[in-house]
Nanobody
Framework: VQLQASGGGLVRAGDSLRLSCVVS????????MGWFRQAPGKEREFVSY????????YYQDSVKGRFTISRNNAENTMYLQMNSLKPEDTAVYYC??????????????????WGQGTQVTVSS
């Protein structure tokens, strides 16, 4: 299984970006998926989660109302629409997935597969 994240870039505060995560293989629809991010000098932190069907999502408090996670099981792709970006959103964003996330959607250890990360830089 391979996860390929893309869509990062350098933007100004208030701008928007959409991240994508393409998952290889035919088991994407059986994977719970999430986005994490890691800023310089900080630990990797949970950003958002989506369940198998896309009917249930969770967000870190700091991104609620600004970020929207979604998935297209037919295209093996997950998205993170990021609006009203702030300088504190600057980080490398990682997509992650796996079949055993369960209720522990904010724990890195519950995700079996990780993408390589895409850099998001927000200038003030």
């Amino acid at each position: 299984v391979q996860l390929q994240a893309s869509g990062g870039g350098l933007v100004r505060a208030g701008d928007s970006l959409r991240l994508s995560c393409v998952v290889s293989g035919r088991t994407f629809s059986t994977y719970y998926m999430g986005w994490f991010r890691q800023a310089p000098g900080k630990e990797r932190e949970f950003v958002s989660y989506i369940n198998l069907s896309g009917s249930r999502t969770y967000y870190q408090d700091s991104v609620k109302g600004r970020f929207t996670i979604s998935r297209n099981n037919a295209e093996n792709t997950m998205y993170l629409q990021m609006n009203s970006l702030k300088p504190e959103d600057t980080a490398v964003y990682y997509c992650a997935g796996g079949p055993r996330v369960g209720n522990f959607y904010d724990l890195r250890s519950r995700y079996d597969y990780w993408g390589q990360g895409t850099q998001v830089t927000v200038s003030s």
